[in-house]
């Protein structure tokens, strides 16, 4: 496990300078970093994360409203925690973005790593916890090893944020559907057509595919691509040896084209979200949804349990376009806590350090699981009593590597965005290549 040095000249953004444009300084052998046993007087922080207020089905959001219920009961007169969560992602990601240029961003906020953050990073806005993780080992010694990635950033020495959660996108199946036109569970990519296929002339939609959310798309295209090309493509579309408009990424939007040709996909991709996705499969109207290794804890919490309680549902891997990366991955650690600086006082920055450190330890992990099984970048210490997750972590125990979407290893800021919005235009007629070629103009612009 990397450990981590005595930082007493490495710069932090956050604890001991105030600038107008955030908090500068260098890490004190004198600085108290015990946040649990300081005292705070009424200290207000904000934070902006994606959970759904008042949410029935939603366990991980169930449990993260009655977390900040609890600490700030807890805490009362000393700190007291205003959500400002927004569950749409590209409504979450245009404030953000807004709330960094006006200088009154949150103090912590979920988001990705990668490309989307390193900006903040790379400008001092964002706490490198490296002290803390010190002073609380076991906090650091709770998070899962492969899940730190999204909190390294390439030129900054430090750990820029703590994971909470883990993902692997997978493809879920109604057991039912299959048994009835006589298919196997796909493992290429060519047996997942033909599955299609058959499913099509039985009367049975394969697929009620949705990118109304602006990341089903995309998702998929670099699920795709690391199954046709493996784990190095993420670094050859970074350093630009392959580009987003080469014959290798052209055959993989190729490859989903004809799946929304053929009907496979359904008729309303873009008016239709994930969460009416997943309602209808549900419901039996699909055979077929593709989404993260989440699905294990909304199929058990959401309002039509019938096909989980009767275990109808299965899981498997994305089916493979070439088989040498059939065990290679779309996942890792993906939503991060990061806790910003800009124009923080100090005692806001500790304040904020024992809010996300009461969500992200072991313990607290362990209740959010009950609430909503799934994979988690913490140690999860209970059994988790969901057949699919269990069924999952068997999979990912295979994996012989895994990368992040592929557009967060670029360093264009603009490649997250650009590449999900150019995906769309696969639903409305565009050729594989014109979207190709729309990413790179697009993505240029910003270079």
């Not at 089905?57 to 805490?75: C, H, I, M, R, V």
């Not at 900006?119 to 916890?129: C, K, R, T």
């Not at 030129?155 to 299959?178: A, D, F, M, R, V």
């Amino acid at each position: 496990m990397k450990r981590f040095k005595k930082a007493a000249a490495i710069c932090l953004a956050g604890l001991t300078a105030m600038s107008t444009v955030g908090v500068t300084g260098v890490y004190a052998e004198d600085t108290n970093y015990d946040v649990d046993n300081m005292e705070f007087d009424n200290v207000e922080i904000r934070v902006a994360f994606r959970y759904t207020s008042g949410s029935e089905t939603d366990g991980q959001s169930q449990w993260y409203y009655k977390k900040l219920e609890e600490f700030n009961a807890e805490n009362e007169g000393k700190i007291h925690v205003t959500d400002e969560s927004i569950s749409a992602e590209s409504d979450y990601e245009e404030k953000l973005t807004t709330d960094f240029a006006s200088g009154s961003v949150p103090n912590a906020f979920l988001q990705y790593g990668g490309s989307r953050t390193k900006e903040y990073v790379d400008a001092g806005y964002i706490l490198d916890l490296t002290p803390y993780f010190e002073q609380y080992p076991d906090w650091y010694d709770g998070v899962q090893e492969f899940a730190w990635e999204t909190t390294q950033f390439e030129g900054h020495e430090g750990t820029y944020g703590i994971p909470w959660s883990s993902y692997q996108l997978c493809l879920y199946y109604n057991k039912e559907y299959l048994e009835q036109v006589g298919a196997e569970v796909p493992e290429s990519w060519d047996d997942l057509v033909e599955v299609c296929g058959k499913l099509k002339e039985a009367g049975i939609q394969p697929f009620n595919y949705s990118d109304k959310d602006n990341y089903h798309y995309e998702h998929l295209m670099s699920a795709m691509a690391l199954k046709a090309y493996g784990p190095e493509i993420a670094d050859d579309l970074a350093t630009d040896k392959e580009a987003y408009n080469g014959e290798k990424m052209v055959a993989i939007y190729q490859l989903m084209k004809d799946m929304i040709d053929a009907g496979y996909w359904g008729d309303a991709i873009l008016s239709t979200d994930f969460s009416t996705e997943r309602n209808m499969f549900e419901a039996g109207q699909a055979a077929f949804t593709v989404d993260g290794t989440w699905n294990c804890g909304n199929f058990q919490n959401d309002s039509d349990t019938t096909l989980f309680d009767a275990q109808k549902i299965g899981v498997t891997r994305i089916p493979y376009i070439n088989e040498e990366y059939k065990t290679v991955e779309m996942g890792g650690g993906s939503d991060t806590y990061y806790i910003t600086t800009l124009n923080k006082s100090e005692e806001e920055i500790a304040a904020t350090v024992k809010f996300i450190k009461y969500l992200t330890n072991v313990d607290a992990i362990n209740e959010m699981c009950e609430f909503s099984p799934t994979t988690y970048a913490e140690k999860v210490t209970i059994e988790t009593g969901n057949y699919l997750l269990d069924e999952v972590n068997a999979i990912m125990a295979e994996n012989t590597a895994s990368k992040l979407e592929l557009p967060n290893y670029d360093t264009n800021t603009a490649a997250m965005d650009t590449i999900r919005n150019s995906l769309q235009a696969l639903a409305t007629g565009a050729s594989a290549q014109e979207v190709g070629d729309d990413i790179v103009n697009k993505m240029s612009a910003y270079e």
